[in-house]
């Protein structure tokens, strides 16, 4: 009997949330934030990630 092929799946990197944070704030400006609000996601996001930082662990 003939041995199996085994294929290896490789998953793809997650962006690290600081690379992610821009394209979503380019988003959030496309459609109409004002620059407080882009501040404010900004600090928010930051803060949390700063309070949480177990949530930055890739896996």
Known sequence: MPRAKVTR???????????ALEPF?????AQGRNSC??????RHVSQF???H?????RG
């Open 37 to 42: 609000a882009l501040s404010d996601y900004r």
């Open 53 to 57: 930082p177990l949530c930055r662990q």
């Open 49 to 51: 990630f700063r309070r």
């Open 9 to 19: 799946i490789h998953r793809a990197a997650r962006p690290d949330w600081t690379e």
């Open 25 to 29: 704030l380019v988003v959030k400006k």
